[in-house]
């Protein structure tokens, strides 16, 4: 845990979750050379949370990366700078969240789903595994696929496809 992080009460932290190291922001300069963003922000925790191992959730550049409470973060997930996750959210192992991302309350994120940064998941969102999600996604839906789109249009366009393969034996 680096310094100016503030953990809640009841967090528990798997061996090998790092909190709090500098993220990956980046910009180029006047010659056009990539130099590092300072991470002056923090990670800030709430109560009742659990992070899984080998987890690594990045401080903020000026913002603060927040988890809020009752937040479940299986191993092996990737939470950018400035993200900020709501309460009683569920995230499944090998997840990468891109910076600046928001999240809201009640979100269930399957394994290896990966965001986009700069993008709003509104407030109960069910995320499947492995789907990538480059834009918002609204309240109370439920999505799929690569890219993620609702879950029902998702699942009519692969039973398509499948129809389509057994057609062309």
Known sequence: IQRDCKLGKRCII?????????????????????????????????????????????????????????????NLVQIGHNVRIGKYCVIVSQVGISGS????????????????????????????AKSGVFRNVDAGTTVSGFPAKPQRQWLREQAFIERLVKRGK
């Open 14 to 74: 798997s061996p090998g979750a790092v909190i709090g190291s500098e993220g990956f922001g980046n910009a180029r300069d006047e010659q056009k050379n990539w130099k590092s963003i300072a991470h002056l922000g923090r990670v800030i925790i709430g109560d009742d949370v659990s992070i899984g191992a080998n987890t690594t959730i990045d401080r903020g550049t000026g913002p603060d990366t927040i988890i809020g409470a009752g937040t479940m973060i299986d």
């Open 101 to 128: 991302t928001e999240i809201g309350n009640g979100v269930v994120i399957g394994g290896q789903a990966g965001f986009a940064g700069h993008i709003k998941i509104g407030d109960g969102v069910k995320i499947a």
